[in-house]
């Protein structure tokens, strides 16, 4: 930083002629003059001194009784000097200067952080409805009105800071990592709970609520399982009213899943040869360019970008990337499974299968996959039963009070 500064305010190199050197330092000194990089070389002292103070030195050096050779000339004073002439050239850095500070007044990054559950393209794809998108004017952007909205789009957001530096917009978001908890705690309302697969009811656990079906019996999808009317019986078991309530148990089915799977004995595979063309790219806003050599004219190749955003400061982002773009050459070939790779292919698909089923809460009870091979496949076919857990919510079936159409059948 201190080179920078120097260069700025310019400096000279200079070569101390004096008989008394000592005396020509001394006095430097005492008057404040700086003087840096002082070296001896071939009976003269040489030394670099800035622009400022070297107009200072004609005093020192008629006290001194020395001469000063001016070796090199360096800064940007000199520079604008010897190039006064070139108008192009300072009307070009004029222009640099108005691009840059229009760039400055635009929003050339959204970062958003903080997010789990909505990906950040879901987040900037909203900002894009609501008109708030890369080179939009910073004058338009309101952070307050933008963490409003995000918090009444987004319901699982429950903290939003908006803000903005330099030509970057910053979102930090705080999810609600507890919202199913939450919901669990909201007001209950009367409801039945249906069945919503078709099976065989293996284990049934009622905590609130009628229930219409027991252990062993079959349902459909439809099918009631736990009313939420209660009715209300008198001494002579007749009903006297109902009572709504929110349905709640655990029921279990037994089902079966079919699977089917079937692999190719020849199979097709991307072999690099290892040949690979690079060549510059730029990018503007949505425009790329690629500073193209002469293609070799690659039949399959993959092509891989490697763009680096400019800018000038950690928040001083430009609309411009600059990298480069890879070509790498392919050649298809093609393959023979053997029977065991076959087989253990076969077998990691079916893994997989039944560990996603895992994932979704249903165990696997049994598994009847039988893997057959042939000239041209592998076939996985068969069933696989589960224990799920099963059950929704439904509209409970709201009847007239009994005691009401009694008094209606009497009128």
Known sequence: MEQFVRYLRGYVKIRLISKTPERFLKLCAHHGISLMHVAHRDGYYEMEISLKDFFRLKPV???????IHILQKSGLPFFFYQNKKRKAFFVGIFCCLCLLFLCSTRIWNIHV?????????????YLEQEDIVHGIARS???????????????PDITWVSARIKGTRLLITIQENMDHPSLAEEKESSPCDLVADQDGIIVHMVTRQGVPKMGIGQSCKTGDLLVSGRLEILNDSKEVVRYEYVESDADVYIQRNYSYEDEIPVIYEKRVYTGEVQKQLCLQLLNYRVNLRIPHKGYQHYDQISNLQPAKLTENYVLPLWVGTVEDREYEIHRFRYSEAELREIAQ???RKFIRELSEKGVKVSQNNVKISLNEKSCISKGAITVVEKIGK????EVLQEPQERTLANEQ
Request: proline share 2%; charged share 20%.
């Open 348 to 350: 990691e698909h079916l």
């Open 140 to 154: 338009k952007l309101n952070c307050g009105q933008i963490a409003a909205s995000l918090r009444q789009h987004f």
């Open 61 to 67: 050096c008629r006290k001194s009784f020395s001469r």
């Open 393 to 396: 919510r439904a509209p409970v």
């Open 113 to 125: 952080e903080g997010n789990y559950s909505y990906s950040t393209q879901s987040i900037l794809g």
